[in-house]
T-cell receptor, first 110, second 117 residues
Framework: DQQVKQNSPSLSVQEGRISILNCDYT??????FLWYKKYPAEGPTFLIS?????DKNEDGRFTVFLNKSAKHLSLHIVPSQPGDSAVYFC?????????FGDGTTLTVKP | KAGVTQTPRYLIKTRGQQVTLSCSPI?????VSWYQQTPGQGLQFLFE???????NKGNFPGRFSGRQFSNSRSEMNVSTLELGDSALYLC????????????????FGEGSRLTVL
């Protein structure tokens, strides 16, 4: 049973437009939800997180929205830039353990 | 501040052999966790160590083991290698168990890519 799911393996957007990456989860006990970005041949790097008691967190071009009733979170990138092209992992944390989704490959076209 | 360092970066083994991977966390970080990444499978949690004790364990067979030393450096070992063990093995560290306080952030190394032939 996969507790964290990213249903879209890939997403392609035009430079300057909005990128929306989605993630669904099943466990209501998660404390934090995080997004990581990964380039090839590198480890994932932390992008932004949100506590389970909040519904929105913003950091520059990146905003994460949490809908607890739908058990859904999304990452908005506005405006998208070619350098944002990478694999994005959604993660949820509970009891000291992080559970990751399978990742979404974002391609931002110039 | 140096990041998380993993060695070796790349290695090739044959079936039946064993392998040991090393991870040096960020200075001062006491928690080290290990993940396996295979194509299309995301990051699968292996185990987490804090103060030399395994605190959490994922759903991997007993062939996968690890340990943490008093200086917080960690090693993971895979015995009797199988073809399916070919993957990128990632180590992550944090100050406290389960990720940084208030964000849950983990700091990842660049990984050790294992190929089993």
């Amino acid at each position: 049973d996969q507790q964290v799911k990213q249903n879209s393996p890939s997403l392609s957007v035009q430079e300057g437009r909005i990128s929306i990456l989605n993630c669904d989860y099943t466990n209501s006990m998660f404390d934090y939800f995080l997004w990581y970005k990964k380039y090839p041949a590198e480890g994932p790097t932390f992008l932004i997180s949100i506590s389970s008691i909040k519904d929105k967190n913003e950091d520059g071009r990146f905003t994460v929205f949490l809908n607890k009733s739908a058990k859904h979170l999304s990452l908005h990138i506005v405006p998208s830039q070619p350098g944002d092209s990478a694999v994005y992992f959604c993660a949820a944390q509970s009891a000291g353990k992080s559970t990751f989704g399978d990742g979404t490959t974002l391609t931002v076209k110039p | 501040k140096a990041g998380v360092t993993q060695t070796p970066r790349y290695l090739i083994k044959t079936r039946g052999q064993q392998v040991t991977l090393s991870c040096s966390p960020i200075s001062g970080h006491r928690s080290v966790s290990w993940y396996q990444q295979t194509p299309g499978q995301g990051l699968q949690f292996l185990f987490e160590y804090f103060s030399e004790t395994q605190r959490n364990k994922g759903n991997f067979p007993g062939r996968f083991s690890g340990r943490q030393f008093s200086n917080s450096r960690s090693e993971m070992n895979v015995s009797t290698l199988e073809l399916g063990d070919s993957a990128l093995y990632l180590c992550a560290s944090s100050l406290v168990l389960g990720g940084q306080k208030n964000t849950g952030e983990l700091f990842f190394g660049e990984g050790s890519r294992l190929t089993v032939l």
